[in-house]
């Protein structure tokens, strides 16, 4: 059956990087149809809507997404794109390369965020002139779902250690569910695994990185750890994401449309490409998505390199090595 991708590249570099990531996965002769859909800057000056209801619908019709980048009306086209797919679990793995100046180079973290609530639920209020209020919603379901994702993501790519993060000695009520709630899928499935307070695992990420693997977190604690993490590998320009529901999922580098070098082909489209990865494994081409990531990898460690890891290669250069290399 072919396999419909539906491809929205977006603002700034997302216009470079994402026909990149295209070429790669075309070149593995998967047979799959990429159909292209607008969003962002561009599609809102032009019909005064970031998200056009056909790139929705598109979304939903598709067996999965790869996005590039929007620009200024980033929040219009991504959350609700995030939406559309259901997605439940952020995927956001740090991986220092051989070959890149990393912080820390022995890194291999995959942070599993939950998507859908926590403090980000939306649930704000002004109760009187100076003083605001913000609701935590964390639930037994969206727990379990999270945690039984990690759980299920560590054994099928390798990672022997896990560790659920969370607050639950000041946040007992809340943190409290979501620890008991990770800890009994851990147990049922007779696996090792941690608990970590999230701030003392801030530390630990920055100072031992290598004794972590797959990292389970509520919403805002998994974006922000994520992001720390992010700072050990090397730039965003490497740094890929999922975001995965139970019949949807939609792939995306972690930076945004990069104004200052947009135009001039020279942005690094790794972190797309292993996007890219993501999808393939996501639609069980695991072999496949292997072959990408060791493509990328051989690229890392022996160049060509765009300027943002030191080099003075383009875009293009890039993704031909990457291509020759598959
Ligand atoms: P950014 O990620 O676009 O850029 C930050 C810095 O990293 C810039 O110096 C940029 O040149 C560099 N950079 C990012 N990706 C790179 C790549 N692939 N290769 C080489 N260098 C790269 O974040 P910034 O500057 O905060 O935001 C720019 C615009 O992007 C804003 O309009 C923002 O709203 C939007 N944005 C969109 C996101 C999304 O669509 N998911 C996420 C973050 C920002
Ligand atoms: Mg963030």
Known sequence: MTEQIAV?????????????AVEVLAALDLGFEFVSGDAGDAVKEETGEALPQATRDLV????????????????????????????????????????????????????????TEGVYK??????????????????????????EFGFDYAAQNGYDTVTIAHKA?????????????????????????????????????????????VVICPNLAGDMLSDLSAGLVGGLGLLPSANVGHDNALFEPVHGSAPDIAGQGIANPTATILSGAMLLDHLD??????????????????????PDLGGEASTEDVTAAIVERL
């Not at 939306?122 to 945690?147: D, F, K, W």
């Not at 630990?204 to 693997?213: F, N, S, T, V």
């Not at 990328?296 to 022996?302: A, F, I, R, T």
Request: aromatic share 4%.
């Open 60 to 115: 939903s019709a598709s067996d999965a997404t790869l996005f590039g980048a929007a620009g200024e009306t980033a929040a219009d086209v991504i959350l609700p794109l995030r939406k559309q797919v259901e997605s439940f679990a952020n995927v956001r793995p740090a991986t220092a390369y051989p070959g890149v100046d990393a912080l820390k180079p022995d890194t291999d973290l995959v942070f599993i965020r939950e998507n």
């Open 122 to 147: 939306g649930i704000e209020s002004e109760i009187a002139p100076g003083v605001t209020t913000l609701t935590r919603v964390i639930t037994e379901e969206a727990s379990r779902n999270i945690a």
């Open 8 to 20: 929205i590249p977006g603002d700034g570099i997302g216009q470079e990087v994402t026909p990149a």
């Open 285 to 306: 081409h695991g072999e496949e998505a292997g072959r990408v990531r060791s493509a990328v990898e051989s690229v890392l460690e022996s160049g060509p390199h765009t």
């Open 169 to 213: 000695n000041v946040m007992r009520t809340t943190d409290g569910l979501f620890l008991e709630t990770a800890q009994q899928v851990g147990d049922e499935r007779g696996v090792d695994y941690d608990t970590a307070l999230m701030d003392a695992l801030a530390m630990h990420l920055i100072l031992r990185p290598e004794e972590y693997g």
